[in-house]
């Protein structure tokens, strides 16, 4: 009986070890209405037409909220903004671990931003597939196409200590045509004719999210023109 109880938590643990979608813990009520308060009004989240009532979480967990641990302390909080068919649109906030401060939310490098769609550009939101919380990688996946034919791949790494996404690298096909299909799975990433390599290294950074509403917030000055690389042939 001990060893089958000693066998079970070793399983439990492997399993939460690399994934944060598996590990949900309590965010105070305080930090998730300071966050809604925070959000309420700001006109570039009006494409958010899915964002989760965070005035109404009394025991700190709610509907598209996930916590994702990061350090010690450190953790992000990821907002559901919007879904469709194949896509799901986030906002990630960096939360300290106190309760008296309001996350700030996190942009990240944009290695084709005339590809975006604007107004998800302006309310700085990622199509968030996975997070490891072993490596500190969030992994996007944006589809143009339910086949996974043509979209937006992307690998970020998130310092645990300062919150600064770092783009480890893309790879993306704007031209959805049935073939080389991908579907996310972790430690695969997206091949073949057409798919083009963006090289990492480009940072992002944290901001109010009440000042989006600004000329030119949801960019950062350490952004620079990524290099591209010829997709798989």
């Known amino acids: 009986m ?21 590990r949900e813990r ?18 570039a989240l009006a494409m958010c037409y899915d964002l989760p009532e965070l005035w109404a979480s009394s ?10 641990p990061l350090a010690r302390r450190h953790s992000l909080i990821g907002v559901r903004c919007g879904h469709g068919a194949y896509n799901e649109a986030w906002l990630l906030f960096a939360w300290d671990g106190r309760s ?6 996190i942009l990240f490098p944009r290695p084709d931003p005339e590809q975006d769609l604007e107004e998800v550009r302006q309310a700085g939101a990622v199509y968030m597939r996975d997070f490891n919380t072993a490596s500190s990688v969030l992994y996007v996946l944006q589809k143009l196409l339910g086949d996974g034919s043509g979209g937006f791949y992307a690998e970020y790494r998130i310092d645990p200590k ?39 290294g480009a940072r992002g ?29």
């Open 59 to 68: 025991e700190g967990i709610a509907e598209g909220v996930r916590l994702l």
């Open 100 to 105: 008296d401060t309001i996350p700030k939310l």
């Open 26 to 43: 309590a965010i105070p009520p305080a930090t998730l209405k300071s966050l809604a308060a925070s959000m309420e009004g700001v006109k």
């Open 162 to 200: 300062t919150f600064t996404p770092r783009l480890v690298l893309a790879i993306s096909k704007w031209d959805a045509d049935h073939e080389n299909g991908y579907n996310f799975v972790r430690g695969k990433r997206p091949s073949g004719k057409g798919w083009r390599h963006t090289k990492g």
């Open 205 to 233: 950074c944290l901001i109010d999210v009440r000042k989006l509403d600004e000329p030119a917030s949801a960019s950062c000055s350490s952004w620079g023109p990524a290099a591209v690389q010829k997709g798989d042939r």
């Open 2 to 22: 001990l060893v089958s109880r000693f066998l079970t938590l070793v399983v439990l643990l492997l399993s939460i070890g690399g994934n944060a979608f598996a």
